[in-house]
């Protein structure tokens, strides 16, 4: 074992129980896998949903995310928290997808709408990036697809450390690792998607007035 890896392995080991079944998924386990998939499953598909906008296409990546998982568990290191190389593979080829996607000239296929639990996990999530609580009673279904109108209109960066942040729960750190930038770019990104959310959020909050695709320009970030 590189000495590198000898001084990183036993941290990891110690903090995330995923890498420790990552590592007996490179010695051969394949109850480990299946324990990795049964316990990311929903939580992948559900980033790639909102990543892609498009729930087939989603679940098709959500299979080839597990399936580069387990192509390369023979050279994998505990260099980072499990969850945090899983969304690294999940970003990059939903960002393939995406760019495929746009070279083909694909007309994009609305996601289907999540289930309930789905549902209240991304309202809770929405309302929590935004700082916004709702003054009146809301219908589920319909705060769904403003939740879901209110996320497509962050830029891509904006929408994924959103999601990270508050499905996913990661730091700041491991959001930077994930997506390739520092702690502090990450700190302001999420900054500008609060500000974006509140913005979309509001008026349908407030007296019911939903959001539009265009209601945020998005950004280069």
């Known amino acids: 074992m590189p000495a590198s890896e000898s001084a990183i392995v036993p941290n990891y080991e110690l903090l995330d129980p995923d890498v420790r079944l990552m590592l007996q998924v490179r010695d051969g386990s394949a109850a480990a896998m299946e324990q990795l998939v049964t316990k990311y499953q929903a939580r992948l598909l559900t980033v790639l949903e909102h990543l892609v906008n498009n729930r087939e296409l989603a679940e098709d ?21 499990f969850s945090t190389w899983l969304f690294t593979i999940a970003n990059n ?23 309930e639990s789905g549902a209240v996990a991304l309202d809770q999530m929405a309302l929590a990036a935004s700082g916004l609580m709702p003054t009146r009673q809301l219908d589920r279904a319909e705060m769904a697809e403003v939740v879901r109108l209110a996320i497509e209109n962050l830029s891509e960066r904006q929408r994924l450390a ?49 959001p539009t695709v265009a209601a945020v320009e998005s950004e280069e970030d």
């Open 61 to 81: 990546l959500a299979q080839e995310v597990f399936l580069r998982v387990f192509r390369a568990r023979h050279s994998y290191t505990a260099g980072a928290k």
């Open 93 to 115: 080829i939903a960002s393939n997808a995406r760019r495929d996607r746009a070279r083909r000239k694909e007309v994009r296929v609305n996601p289907a709408p999540p289930n």
């Open 162 to 210: 959103v999601l990270l942040s508050k499905f996913e729960e990661m730091s700041y750190a491991d959001i930077a690792a994930t997506m390739g930038m520092s702690p502090q770019a990450i700190k302001s990104l999420l900054s500008r998607a609060r500000g974006n959310l509140r913005t979309i959020l509001e008026p349908y909050l407030q007296t019911g007035v939903k």
